[in-house]
């Protein structure tokens, strides 16, 4: 079945920092790919997507590529700040034989504090 | 903008209780789902629905069932609460077909004692 594997965390910077989330999947046919960001408190918002292989998501200077050679969806910001500190998921939107109805598959999710 | 709204943010039940737990969407989307988040393991799929009075299992749908009688209401219930059932629950919603946006609700928080 389809799975998201990302990198472990918690992940902690210093403001001004550059970040790297790494994500990895496996799933058949062609998914579309999610970030998703938790702020303390709350339910989750969409920070970028994309749908289809060479894609750029960007979104508050956040960056994805969807990468099909490597099966990957890696999140990136250049200069990080501590209104960034949120918790991230990346997830997957199969649709293989077009039964999927658009569920998400989800990683484990990655703590990200930003200190100033 | 889209809103998914749950009906309670924080409650705390009895083991054994039937517990409901509602949620509305505003924008029309023919597909409504329920998850629940544990630390470390992200969000698991317990049910969705692709129409009204349609259902299908998601990932972990053992010990809750599911109601949608209109199209903007999900339920989510749990038949007799259990310890291991403490967690938190969001509901999503989307148009139909792959690759559409999921929108979330604000989460559940419950605590099973």
């Known amino acids: 079945g389809d799975s998201v594997t990302q990198m472990e965390g918690p992940v902690t910077l210093s403001e001004e920092a550059f970040l790297t989330i790494n994500c990895t999947y496996t799933a058949t046919g062609y998914p579309s790919l999610f970030w998703y960001v938790q702020y303390p408190g709350e339910g989750l918002q969409l920070l970028l997507k994309a749908t289809k292989a060479d894609d750029k998501g960007s979104n508050k200077g956040f960056e994805a590529t969807y990468r099909k050679e490597t099966t990957s969806f890696h999140l990136e910001k250049g200069s990080v700040q501590v209104s960034d500190s949120a918790v991230y998921f990346c997830?997957?939107?199969?649709?293989?034989?077009?039964?999927?109805?658009?569920?998400?598959?989800f990683g484990q999710g990655t703590i990200l504090t930003v200190h100033p | 903008d889209v809103k998914v709204t749950q009906s309670s943010r924080y409650l705390v039940k009895r083991t054994g209780e039937k517990v409901f737990l509602e949620c509305v969407q505003d924008m029309d989307h023919e597909n409504m789902f329920w998850y629940r988040q544990d630390p470390g393991l992200g969000l698991r799929l317990i049910y969705f629905?692709?129409?009204?009075?349609?259902?299908e299992k998601g990932d972990i749908p053992e010990g809750y069932s599911v109601s949608r009688e209109k199209k903007e209401r999900f339920s989510l219930i749990l038949e007799s609460a259990s310890t291991n059932q403490t967690s938190m629950y969001l509901c999503?919603?989307?148009?139909?077909?792959?690759?559409?946006?999921?929108?979330f609700g604000e989460g559940s928080w419950l605590t099973v004692v």
């Open positions: 997830a997957l939107s199969g649709n293989a034989g077009g039964t999927s109805y658009g569920k998400l598959t």
């Open positions: 999503a919603s989307s148009s139909a077909g792959a690759g559409n946006t999921i929108y």
């Open positions: 629905s692709y129409d009204v009075k349609m259902k």
